[in-house]
């Protein structure tokens, strides 16, 4: 019997217990293949399906787990048809054995074909059990083949999550959590996945790790934005074919029939203002600064989706202030994120969003004249939480006036000219008022005649922004972000200076300053969705054009402030969790000379020589080296002397010597893509990384600018983690993990 005459699984079999060498079994399959006259697709298929049959033991040998590898080097069959095969297999079996999972994550991490960021995963894919049945059974008109089934790939991840999950009694290896991460960072949202999986993921997401978490909502996003759009594909089915469904789209908001089945109103408010919250990382806003102000459209949603879950206008308002003031009550404790967030949802974009409505309200679902009575029932309903959150946002102020964390200026905090902090309802009514949605009258008594904030501005908050000291930074952002108006006002001189560059410079300080508060920074999306703010940073401080290149006479200040601008970048990415630009991108690669081409391989050298011999950085260096271009190369340079330290070619002295450079505001800004990428370096070397370990302690403990900790605070977590089995290391190689 020929090779070409065994079914594949028995063909690996025998390789196997004859013990045949890895590059002899391609050979053989090669072989195989050639001889069966199937197309390459299908050839795949088989080899994956017979080489998993075989690997799935509690402890995969050693030369299988060879077979597999040369396989996916050979082009035999890549990773990505490897893991949909996988991934079935795992929701037919039970309690995968954990070595299995892990050996096979390595083989697979190794050689990721099909599996690079330019590869994504659709949210469904086909069961390739009809494309692995031996084409050695011909199909004939009798007897046809089964037809591929889809299935969403976000169901079929579920064994891996729940593996991943804290619930777990114990931590996956970091082959299986680093594979699972991959998938996730490349799995499509769209088409979204059921409601039933989509609850179960949901159920995961707090007992799951950030990093694996945080792609994963994005995989749920699918699900909230569905609910806007998908039924603009059910009006053009015939209507004797489909559901009886609402329509959601701008032209038709007519309420449902009354024997239509509604969510509860309340429940579906909270979901609506969570994907509100959420989808400010995809949404973009090309209308932003257009007078008068338009809301971005994941918050016009809103007002659409309206009809669909209360039919009365008057109801969905009173229901909707309710459920903004709720969502703020609950999470103001503290300057976090998220409450700053809610606080302006609440304070700037409901009102224009329901001025918009006004303005644009379908003939069958007008605005209602119920908005005094909607405000009035809210604040009676929430008075408890709001009179203690207002009680909250002045304490945050009045304290900061007898104290001071900055002890080179002992002064007590000044409020800026024009600007008070109110309570809630105050702030509220006021920007209700500007919009001219009340009368003054309604107004004076909702607040009982309450005193309302002056109608001018006060002073420049960026200008005062920039000139604070240090330690009255946190007080200042509290009154920004609290003060009627001043969210407004800030957001506005900021993005409006950030366009004008390079015409006119950002003031000095301003950026860097921004970049070290999370709260100034979710004060720049006061009305501008995280998106299109981190579009307007990188179009204006990063993309440096032809023009900008000149560094006039003072090139040591134009890396200066280039680095204020890349960090402002890195610490917006990271809060909000946005894809990285292709500049911070690139910094995260170790580009060696031979990727280089010869100017760009000119200036590596230059930069090496400069700070890891006896040249230091001068004015002709800097020239020669556009900042931007700087940050892609700073990784391969700190690649280059760890080689070199490690064959012997520099000494451990002089390593630290050069790596001390870093440590100045000249190029620490770099540090957010070069310690990323040490940290990367760290997890793929495992034991060998002793060095890159000495480099990463070296760089942390000098002047390690604080939002970039922010950045890449959980890259750091996870190689000191216990479970990253890196222990050994990490001590023989004397890393502070407590420093």
Known sequence: M?????????????????????????????????????????????????????????????????????????????SRTFVIHLLFFLVERDSPSITFLASISSVVLANPTGLEPSDPLPSTVDNPSTASISVSAPVTSASPGPALVPSSTLALLLPLLHLCS??????????????????????????????????????????????????????????????????????????????????????????????????????????????????????????????????????????????????????????????????????????????????????????????????NADPHWLFPDTLSQALSAAFETSSVRIAEGSAWISAGCDSSAAHTDDEDDPSAFIPPDGWSLYSMAVTIIHRFLQLRLLEQDDGKTILSNASLPPA???ESLMFRLASVPRGHLDHLAHLIAFAPGAARSFNAEVIDCIRSYPSTSPLDGLLSKIASNPTLITLLTTILPAAELLEILNTQLLELTEERLDMLDDPQGSFVKFGDGVILV???????????????????????????DPPRKLNLNGWIKALFGSDGIDDETLRATPPNEFSRLASGLIQQAISATAAGIIDL??????????????????????????????????????????????????????????????????????????????QSSRFDVAG
């Open 456 to 458: 001018t501005s006060g």
């Open 166 to 359: 804290f619930t777990n009694p114990s931590p996956p290896p970091t082959p299986i959590l680093d594979l699972t991460i991959r998938l996730l960072s490349l799995l499509e949202p769209y088409p979204a996945p059921s409601l039933n999986v989509g609850l179960e993921v949901g159920g995961l997401l707090q007992s799951l790790p950030e990093k694996l978490a945080a792609p994963l909502r994005h995989c749920l996003s699918g699900l909230m934005a569905d609910i806007a759009f998908s039924q603009d594909t059910i009006r053009t089915q015939p209507s004797s074919s489909r559901p009886d469904l609402p329509n959601l789209t701008a032209r038709d908001s007519s309420p449902p029939s009354s024997g239509s089945t509604l969510m509860p109103l309340p429940q579906s408010l909270t979901f609506l203002l969570t994907y509100v919250h959420l989808s400010t990382r995809w949404t973009r806003h090309p209308a932003y600064g257009v007078e008068p102000s338009q809301p971005p459209a994941n918050h016009i949603h809103l007002i659409r989706l309206g009809p669909h879950v209360a039919p009365d206008p008057s109801t969905f308002l009173s229901q909707l202030i309710q459920a903004a003031v709720k969502q703020w009550a609950e999470s103001y404790d503290g300057d976090s994120c998220d409450g700053v967030s809610s606080w302006l949802f609440l304070t700037e974009a409901l009102p224009v969003l329901l001025s918009w409505w006004k303005e």
């Open 2 to 78: 020929t090779v070409s005459d065994l079914p594949l699984p028995e063909l690996v079999g025998r390789a196997y217990a004859r013990a045949v060498p890895a590059r002899k079994f391609v050979k053989l399959v090669q072989s195989w293949h050639k001889n069966r006259h199937i197309s390459a697709n299908l050839a795949a298929h088989e080899i994956a399906d017979a080489l998993l049959h075989e690997l799935a033991t509690v402890d995969p040998p050693a030369l299988l787990l060879a077979y597999l590898s040369q396989a996916i080097a050979s082009t035999l069959l890549d």
């Open 570 to 596: 890195e610490a917006v990415v990271a809060q909000y969790r946005l894809p990285l630009p292709n500049m911070l991108q690139d910094s995260r690669r170790a580009l060696t000379p031979a990727d280089l």
């Open 653 to 730: 002295d002089t390593l630290h010597n050069g790596l001390s450079y870093f440590s100045h505001s000249l190029l620490s800004w770099s540090l957010g893509g070069v310690v990323a990428w040490l940290c990367y370096e760290v997890e793929r070397n495992g034991s060998l990384s002793a060095l890159h370990l000495d480099v990463l302690q070296t760089l942390l403990l000098g002047s390690f600018p604080a939002p970039l900790l922010r950045v890449t605070g959980s890259a750091i977590d996870a190689i000191i983690d216990s479970s990253s089995g890196l222990g050994p290391v990490i």
